[in-house]
């Protein structure tokens, strides 16, 4: 594991120290995990905004797409799909089967 | 024949309608949808593997590694979701996707485009799902394929009044 000092603000500091005496944890893994949900949230709302592809948020969260598509289930996140390109989407299908 | 990436092969495969999909269709995958759709051990990995060793699904090679760089950077989209798009253009069939970013790129690069709730419809506007069967995978595709209310009402309102 790689070592990287930072300047945490009081309250991060309190925070950290509060979840890790309850959680029975050392401050490092729970700021670990606390960088992990940071980046889960980040792409989360990537995805939602339609800044980054289903499969570009995989890769990031190392995840697979089916993973991936299980969290955005839990989470109820919108697939960014309109509605004009769904009645576009009908049409095609119409043609095609 | 339809060109699938991996958003839409993977939400057929969980809502258990891609077998009859790849029975009415030619489903065509890219190498790279073919790999990151059979990453894990899942449900759905193990149904699209079987499918493809079945030959049920034709999995394609994609050339171009220029092509393919350039489209990634211009869409931020990944490597699949890329040599899906590009197979769709090159051969000119539709393909399914239902990822946002890929779906603009459809638009831009002029490649015809339906999603997995399409198939859903089609299917049983085909008579091929009974209209309890199509209502039950639609609510498990409102689950998995994260649709606006307002697309689930319209697919609603097809299967349920028709």
Redesign the interface.
């Known amino acids: 594991m790689n070592v990287m000092s930072l300047r945490l603000e009081k309250r991060e500091m309190e925070l950290i120290e509060e979840m890790a005496k309850k959680e029975g944890k050392d401050k490092s893994t729970i700021t670990r995990q606390l960088i992990g949900y940071g980046l889960t949230y980040l792409m989360l709302r990537l995805?939602r905004e339609?800044?980054?592809?289903?499969?570009?948020v995989?890769?990031e969260l190392d995840l697979?797409?089916?993973?991936t598509?299980?969290l955005?289930?839990e989470f109820?996140?919108?697939?960014?799909?309109d509605?004009d390109?769904?009645l576009?989407?009908?049409e095609?299908?119409?043609e095609?089967? | 024949m339809i060109i699938f990436d991996s958003s839409t092969l993977i939400l057929l495969a969980k809502v258990e309608l891609l077998k009859e999909i790849a029975r009415q269709l030619e489903v065509v995958i890219p190498r790279e949808v073919e790999r990151e759709s059979t990453v894990k051990n899942t449900f759905d990995a193990k149904l699209i593997k079987k499918l493809i060793e079945d030959g049920k699904i034709r999995v394609a090679k994609v050339r171009g590694k220029k092509g393919k760089k350039k489209l990634t950077d211009d869409f931020n989209i990944g490597e699949g979701e890329v040599s899906a798009l590009l197979l769709a253009r090159d051969k000119d069939f539709p393909l399914a996707t239902d990822d946002g970013p890929t779906i603009k790129a459809c638009k831009i690069l002029d490649v015809k485009f339906t999603t997995a709730i399409h198939f859903l419809i089609g299917t049983y506007e085909k008579g091929i799902l009974s209209k309890d069967m199509a209502l039950v995978k639609l609510e498990k595709l409102k689950k998995y394929g994260r649709y606006s209310s307002r697309i689930i009402d319209n697919a609603f309102r097809r299967i349920k009044g028709g």
Request: net charge positive.
């Open positions: 995805y339609g800044r980054l592809s289903l499969e570009k995989a890769k697979s797409i089916s993973e598509i299980d955005l289930s109820g996140i919108k697939a960014p799909i509605y390109d769904y576009k989407g009908y095609v299908l119409k095609a089967l």
